[in-house]
């Protein structure tokens, strides 16, 4: 009998043991639903929901619908429920379907992190607002949209890739402005709903879609009803200002070509029209003149009309172009006698005058330095009666131009000779637009001379060059790289800055040379503080703000006295998002909403600062292959470990082999979490970080760090 029931026991818990096992979801879905579940701010109506662990499929969380430990289905309808969306839902990739509607979800923007491979999302009844987020535009497996009944007001989705979507409801928002031209990729939708919203425009890009429902009442549109679409059952068009007339260019498909005509023959015009066109006796549209009653001008002369229009419009556009090709040449053959450096073209965007910035100095202190940053005049084109007067002035106008650059106009030789024509053994660096040599002048002044590939300007790439050496001069802060000159002959497009013997924070972190030896704490605090005052800048005091775009180790370079001086500003708008983001290092530092729209702001620089931060806390690069798979993108590993102290205190790096406060580094870790929202509006300004940081070096004992690290390296 002993036997027997020891037999029964052990398999009722290897049975235990399997359902428990089977039962176990996955760690990723586990991880988005505790996240769901904060943000929505822990409703007690969830029931056998946590914050932290728990077992979703095994436990039978409600709402959750699961297949072989992963989550396939959300369905919370009517619950009440408030908050938001996790930032994080992105994890949940088995996930196909998402309904939280009839909540009282929202106050902001629907989240970028949606699951991607969603085929049913439903979160109509909200109070989401804002933009629907692009990431939308890459659920190709989306069959059914609805989001009715909220305040989104802003599309900003393409629709290309959702060839699956059947039933699209946008009902009850506040959209405005024309429909997208990408609707007309939606070849499977049957149903779409945008009644009471601000859409206008007309109703063109729908004509060819299988719509067998389609609500578009109370809105702004206008033009005709395209004659297909008054065939579909179910149309509810009223409350617009839809034109009345049965026939329209834009509705009919075009006509016969009519013979050619005599246009005195109004009898055999009237006789023509009236067989081509059998509504041309009715009100389709033709213009009636009355001619002694007996006959009227029908379309025929109305068409007569236009073609006299567009022949006189085609003779007046020719004779504009005849012009300016003149012009042109004439401004050619003056531009032969004026160097290359005397123009520029006005086409970039310019920062109006700033008047004070904030330095970083070395005891944390601030000053205040004036600046005349006036942008270059525009070039003015006023009536004048002396076609020549008037390009001699605008030439003038370049000149004042390039006078406004405060940097160096050195010559092609001068930075040949610097370089030793641009010696591979002189490359000290290859970046995003082109590689960096250093280069020694004739009066020993070293420089570090940057080659900027022309295929990363724009056509003309002189005028475009000069423009943007104007704006880089502009900027002027103690921890940017400052431009201190530039060169544009003979089609090079040259940038001189100042050579630091340090080189980058990168290098400094990641390449030990057996040479330098590690930063200690007090310095790593030092760099990050003066990264985020060269930011503050770029973001808060130039007007219109600097986005950096491209943010990183590489992109801070340490003087001798480990200073921090931030590279490649200012000009990151001249290439197309995307060639930013090719690369896994650069694919490192980009935020969410970066990997998810293409599209940078000053937010997605702070979560780059954090990333460099991270770096900073850890030794570790941004992006590293040859760690584990999970543990290769710095950010993703770390950020969930910010505020667990023992984790925290096993990320630091090594080097610093202990030699750091404990409150300094919770204190870095808070600053390093806040930049790394996964929601870009949770992040804070970049002044904020500043002050986080002040107050870390202020409250922290950074000074006793400092002294504790003297001792040791004298000691040693």
């Not at 024309?178 to 007309?184: G, V």
């Not at 213009?287 to 022949?311: E, H, P, Q, T």
Request: neutral net charge; charged residues 20%.
């Amino acid at each position: 009998m002993a036997t027997d029931a020891i037999t029964g026991l052990a398999a009722l818990l290897l049975a235990t043991a399997f359902v428990m096992v089977t039962a176990d979801t996955n760690s990723d879905d586990v991880t988005a639903l505790n996240t769901l579940y904060t943000t929505l701010h822990s409703p007690w109506q969830l029931t056998s929901w946590v914050s932290q662990n728990g077992d979703p499929c095994g436990q039978s969380w409600l709402g959750i619908t699961c297949s072989n430990s992963r989550v396939i289905a959300i369905k919370l309808p009517g619950m009440g429920l408030g908050g938001t969306l996790g930032y994080n839902m992105n994890i949940l990739t088995a996930l196909t379907e998402l309904d939280m509607s009839n909540n009282n979800l929202g106050g902001n923007d629907i989240p970028y992190n949606l699951p991607p491979n969603l085929e049913r999302l439903n979160l109509e009844k909200n109070n989401f607002t804002g933009t629907l987020p692009y990431s939308i535009s890459h659920m190709a497996t989306l069959k059914y949209l609805k989001l009715g009944h909220n305040q989104v007001s802003n599309v900003n989705v393409e629709f290309n890739q959702l060839t699956n979507l059947t039933t699209l409801d946008l009902s009850y928002n506040t959209f405005s402005g024309t429909l997208p031209e990408s609707f007309s990729s939606l070849t499977t939708l049957t149903t779409l709903y945008l009644q009471n919203n601000r859409f206008t425009g007309t109703l063109g890009v729908l004509s060819d879609l299988p719509l067998t429902d389609l609500n578009v009442a109370n809105n702004q549109f206008s033009g005709w009803i395209p004659e297909k679409l008054k065939s579909i059952g179910n149309l509810q068009t009223s409350g617009n200002s839809f034109s009345n007339s049965p026939a329209t260019p834009q509705a009919t498909p075009p006509q016969r070509p009519s013979p050619t005509r005599n246009p005195t023959d109004s009898n055999n015009s009237h006789s023509t029209d009236s067989k081509n066109n059998p509504s041309s006796g009715s009100n389709g549209g033709n213009v009636g003149v009355s001619d002694g009653g007996k006959r009227k001008v029908g379309g025929g002369g109305v068409a007569g009309i236009v073609i006299s229009l567009v022949v006189l419009g085609a003779m007046l556009a020719f004779f504009v172009i005849k012009w300016k090709s003149m012009r042109r040449q004439h401004e050619e053959d003056l531009e032969k006698n004026v160097p290359l450096t005397h123009l520029a073209s006005g086409k970039f965007k310019q920062l109006r005058p700033m008047n004070t910035v904030s330095p970083a100095g070395k005891e944390g202190l601030q000053r205040t330095v004036s600046m005349n940053l006036k942008p270059p005049s525009k070039i003015g084109f006023h009536k004048s009666s002396d076609k020549n007067d008037h390009l001699n002035k605008s030439v003038e106008t370049k000149k004042t131009n390039l006078s406004s650059i405060r940097a160096t106009a050195y010559t092609v030789a001068d930075l040949q000779m610097a370089t030793e024509s641009f010696s591979t053994n002189n490359m000290i660096g290859e970046g995003t637009f082109g590689r960096v040599y250093r280069g020694q002048l004739s009066n020993q002044k070293v420089l570090a001379v940057k080659k900027i590939n022309s295929s990363t300007l724009p056509t003309n790439p002189s005028d475009f060059f000069i423009e943007l050496v104007a704006n880089i001069s502009k900027l002027n802060h103690p921890n940017l790289s400052e431009l201190k000159g530039y060169c544009a002959e003979h089609g090079q497009c040259l940038l001189a800055y100042d050579f630091y013997r340090n080189g980058s924070l990168h290098d400094f972190l990641h390449l030990s040379d057996g040479y330098n030896e590690p930063l200690s704490w007090n310095s790593r605090v030092k760099i990050a503080l003066g990264s985020a005052r060269a930011l503050e800048y770029l973001h808060e005091t130039c007007v219109p703000s600097v986005i950096h775009k491209n943010f990183k180790s590489a992109n801070i370079l340490l003087d001798t006295e480990l200073n921090p001086h931030v590279s490649d500003c200012g000009f990151a708008d001249l290439i197309p998002n995307q060639e930013l983001q090719e690369s896994d290092e650069n694919s490192g530092y980009r935020a969410p909403e970066v990997a998810m729209s293409g599209q940078y702001s000053e937010k997605s620089d702070v979560y780059s600062f954090g990333v460099v931060m991270l770096e900073l806390l850890t030794g570790r690069k941004a992006f590293d292959s040859s760690r584990p798979w999970s543990q290769q993108w710095l950010a993703r590993w770390a950020a969930p470990q910010l505020h667990d102290i023992e984790a925290l205190e096993q990320m630091v790096d090594p080097a610093l082999e202990g030699l750091y406060l404990a409150k300094s580094l919770s204190r870095f870790a808070d600053a390093i979490a806040l930049c790394l929202q996964a929601e870009p509006e949770f992040r804070p300004p970049m002044s904020e970080v500043v002050q986080s940081l002040l107050r870390l070096v202020q409250r922290s004992g950074v000074r006793a760090v400092e002294l504790a690290d003297s001792r040791r390296r004298h000691e040693s």
